[in-house]
């Protein structure tokens, strides 16, 4: 089986987002990695480009019943029919956790993935975290570029 | 149907989110609102003892497919069988979302219900949330007691 | 903790259908059981309008993340949002699960209360299943009575 | 995207339902249709090697929240953490659902494809289902072969 990495991020993200999203889904699809996302639009469609520029396979974990919706460019369709209960599912699916931006729901996907611990979890921009004595919550890797993102995930070391 | 309220915290807290998961299920119980929990320890327990105190019904929401571990205070158990899934399900339930403490499980309920965006969500203690520009994330209503807690709900005005 | 039993049957069910789940509802609630049913119309109507005509507790583990179209006779309503993998859910939750009537959303009820096997699964009317050398297939109690549906479960003895 | 087809069947599986589960693995993938399955063993693993036979893609949508136990022949795992509420995951993700041989976990995905009602539903072997009246319960296609539970979808006319 292939290496999977899983990316999350909002529908509505910035600019800046959208070229993170693309530019990881490019880099994984290259090493042969499966990207797993969300399946809609946003990071999720951006990631999907990224990895359809290279041929890569994309599988879209989608929160509705039927593929309503989905993006055009996934490799392949998983309608859960979960809700937001899907975003459990996508984070269990990766070797490694990558996440774009910030929204509540994406906050659900890299809180649910640290909850799970068992693969890394980075962060590129998006919302930051602390606990009640003012101090960073420790464990979320962060990282400024795409390129540096894979890195932390030590799995092509 | 009766008012239900959703309460959600870590296994492992402190002493003061005991006390205060205690409290909020003695003061809904005797409102008579229907408390949902996660069913196990910690937080979980605490509020179902409280509930329990006054004769309330309380229902947890398990993670596991059976009632293995599950709070011998709970009313009634859902062993759903879907691991932190089951974050949604306890989120979806409440007519308002109770946070005591602070833990990446506890922080995926939060991040859920302000996703699902339906019901006020109040937090008592716990972990703080910022933005790329170092602004509070805007929305999570702070108690600092119990009593607070239940009017910041607005049930029962 | 009470015995929980869970009743299951099709929206669109037959007179007879009715009257058996309504009677199982008032008998499972004067033993103080408490009742887990999908909390919508047919069956799952007349299951907790019989629990509630003696002041039992029935709860409705619902397909929607809402609780639109719930039934109103429910004491307590968890919305799942995980539309049919709802099933799943009902039949964890129960002690026994007694089946009534026939339709492919209560037969999947059935099939994965077997599949589980933790506690007795009793039909009342509805569907038969042959293997594929045309013998009945073992493992389903058949009761012509909803006293007899309870006798079969063997929790009163 | 292309065709996506959810192949059912037990981990417990007669030397026929693993001939017919190869032969439609290799059938679909030649036709280039991505396949869906349960990712264990059984029909499950013998869909999976006919996949692999002629290099196409097979998903494996796992109960388990982790890979272990998962077929090595899968493309793609996805660990839902859902236990046998996955069934329904992998009945939403079919164009078309073919059913190999019987079990109660069979019968429970076969019972929900019926229940969800957009695809067409295929039986290969497997239980038979009777009505109240003891006549055959209408709406699920048999094939006597691999090829003709193909032709029966109508997906390649």
Known sequence: MAI????????Q?????????????RLLAEREAVVICGGYSGVMAAVA???????????????????????????IAIPTGLGEGRNNVIVNS?????????????????????????APVIQLGGWALYNERGNPVPG????????????LTGLWK
Chains 1, 2, 3, 4 share one sequence.
């Not at 993200?13 to 889904?25: K, S, W, Y």
């Not at 990766?94 to 068992?118: F, I, K, N, P």
């Not at 979320?140 to 890195?151: D, F, H, I, K």
Request: charged content about 25%; proline content about 4%; some cysteine.
């Open 4 to 11: 999977q990495v899983s990316v999350c991020g909002p529908r």
């Open 13 to 25: 993200c910035t600019e800046e987002d959208r070229q993170n999203a693309f530019e990881l889904g």
């Open 49 to 75: 480009a990224g990895v359809k520029t290279v041929g890569g396979i994309v599988v879209g974990i989608l929160s509705r019943a039927d593929r309503e919706d989905a993006n055009p460019d996934l490799t």
């Open 94 to 118: 990766g070797d490694a956790v990558l996440v774009v931006g910030g929204s509540w729901g994406t906050l659900s996907e890299l809180a649910l993935a640290m909850r799970r611990g068992r």
């Open 140 to 151: 979320v890797a962060r990282a400024s570029t795409p390129t540096e993102a894979l890195e």
